[in-house]
């Protein structure tokens, strides 16, 4: 059985940082290209950042850009997301998924798995 436990969201001001973390179990973690995503109340689900299956290639959406990074432990079986000067439009249930011999999708119907989430918010 595959799972994706998301864990180190919470609340932090603006200008803060977070880092989240997603445990994968259940599936051979290295033949996954992993995704952040985030929903934000009353919005669709959004890509955040994506790494392929041996990190050598990410990609991040625009707002994403020089504040937020993505990183695997293959050993771990763990993706992150390591996010800084947080805003308070960064708040929303963010994802992590997986997706199998892909390159780094960036749309949900490429994910073969999700995670639960983990609530990040972020106070003005």
């Known amino acids: 059985q595959v799972q994706l436990v998301e864990s180190g969201g919470g609340l932090v001001q603006a200008g803060g940082s977070l880092r989240l973390s997603c445990a994968a179990s259940?599936?051979?973690?290295?033949?996954?290209?992993m995704g952040w995503f985030r929903q934000a109340p009353g919005k669709e689900r959004e890509f955040v950042a994506g790494?392929?299956?041996?990190?050598?290639?990410?990609y991040y959406t625009d707002s994403a850009k020089g504040r937020f990074t993505i990183s695997r432990d293959n050993a771990k079986n763990t993706v992150y997301l390591q996010m800084n000067s947080l805003k308070p439009e960064d708040t929303a249930v963010y994802y992590c998924?997986?997706?199998?011999?892909?390159?780094?999708?960036?749309?949900?119907?490429?994910?073969?798995?999700w995670g639960q989430g983990t609530q990040v918010t972020v106070s003005s």
């Open positions: 790494i392929s299956w041996s990190g050598g290639i990410k």
């Open positions: 259940g599936l051979t973690f290295s033949s996954y290209a």
């Open positions: 998924a997986a997706s199998y011999e892909r390159v780094v999708p960036r749309e949900m119907r490429e994910y073969d798995y």
